[in-house]
């Protein structure tokens, strides 16, 4: 009778340590799951964030594209201003807001000098002069920011055919021996 009574014994103790192991290995779990879900939310609000700042660069190049990237004035809306003198910059575009909660903010640089700096190759040409221009483009989306810059470039085209023209009634080719065959054609002389 008296061993029946006895509360002496291995099973409650081994019960409990069985449970605190569960649970400490249960809230590890819960840890590292909280943990990959905001690591895989801040890597989708950057890719975001870098979409978002290529748009700003997208329009940027736009804007510059149909004012001339040898203009003295900067592509912003809804009219072209002069740039600063001190900084030569434009004053920032934007936030613009796009339809998926981002936003993006642009800055075109003055016409580049020798010496200023901005990504990407200087382009050169001996027989036409060429203005390039530095955009700087940033996005953000839920707090997370991406920057990118990049250099654009413009030629002053001169005409093709200077003083003379061209015309095709039913096919015009311009081949490299520069000869031309249509039904009507000319060289010029």
Known sequence: MRRLREERGIAVPIALMILLVTTVL??????????????????????????AAEAGLR??????????????????TPTATAWDATTRV?????PTTLGNG???????????QTGDACPGHAVQNSQ??????????VG???GVSARTQARVASFAAQ???AGAGLIGVNR???????QIYATIGTNGA
Do not use: H
């Open 26 to 51: 249960g809230s590890a779990a819960v840890l590292a799951a909280r943990q990959t879900s905001s690591v895989t939310n801040r890597d989708t609000g950057s890719k975001a964030a870098l979409e």
């Open 59 to 76: 329009t940027a190049t736009y804007r510059l594209n149909m004012l001339g990237t040898q203009s003295a004035y900067c592509p912003t």
């Open 90 to 94: 434009c004053a920032g575009v934007g």
């Open 102 to 112: 981002g936003t993006y903010t642009y800055w075109v640089s003055a016409p580049l």
């Open 128 to 137: 036409y002069p060429v203005a390039e221009r530095c955009i700087t483009a």
């Open 140 to 142: 953000t989306v839920n």
């Open 159 to 161: 005409p093709l055919f």
């Open 172 to 178: 015009l080719n311009v081949v490299n021996n520069a």
